[in-house]
């Protein structure tokens, strides 16, 4: 069911880069490298990132970047505390315009992430550990992006939109159930 997800994202992005994009040849010579500061999305929780087109005048470009995550549940029997730095690479297609345009992407995130479990017991109206485990491991899990991005003549940027996010739980890839994710982002662009 997930892997049918994934080829109708891949769809989706083919059709909607075909539906949106113009004729490259007149993509004029613009900002084609932008460094940005992520909020959720495929960051997780903050994120830098550097985005760039494969040509000046194309549509088509790259993300790479580096996020950290922090977030656990707290239940009375056990307290789960998940921590980590990851990795996003993406592809993105851009459509054509000067300062307003539609960002579509598709990537992975990769990372290493610590995973703390500490079992908790309640004995004279206090909670004390009784036992703790501790999980360094690799995982990732796949990305999309849909969103507005904002450029301006002065190279400010601006990102905002969602992000499904998705995994095949094999065995790297991160337990998660399909969650879309918003995103902002503000940085430059040169």
């Known amino acids: 069911m997930i892997k049918k997800g994934f080829l109708l994202a891949l769809f989706a992005i083919g059709v909607f880069a075909n ?16 460094i ?24 088509w470009g790259y ?17 789960n505390s998940n921590r980590g730095l990851f990795f996003p690479i993406e592809v993105n297609f ?5 300062k307003h345009k539609l960002e579509l992407g598709l990537g992975s995130n990769l990372g ?16 004390e550990t009784i036992s703790s485990t501790s999980n360094t491991t690799f995982g990732y899990y796949f990305f999309s992006n849909i969103g507005y991005r904002y450029i301006s003549t ?12 998705f995994s095949f739980n094999d065995k790297h890839g991160i337990t998660k159930e399909p969650f879309i ?10």
């Open 112 to 127: 290493i992430y610590n995973e703390h479990i500490s079992f908790i017991e309640e004995s004279k109206e206090q909670y």
């Open 19 to 34: 539906i949106f994009a113009q004729d490259t040849l007149s993509f004029k010579k613009t900002r084609d490298k932008n």
């Open 36 to 59: 940005y500061i992520e909020f959720l999305g495929a960051s997780n929780l903050i994120g830098v990132s550097f985005d760039s087109r494969f040509t000046p005048i194309s549509p």
């Open 94 to 98: 851009l459509t054509s315009g000067n």
């Open 181 to 190: 994710y918003p995103y902002i982002s503000f940085g430059y662009s040169f």
């Open 63 to 79: 993300r790479i970047g580096i996020s950290y995550f922090q977030g656990g549940d707290s239940f009375i029997k056990a307290s």
């Open 154 to 165: 002065k190279g400010f940027l601006f990102r905002i939109g969602l992000s499904p996010s």
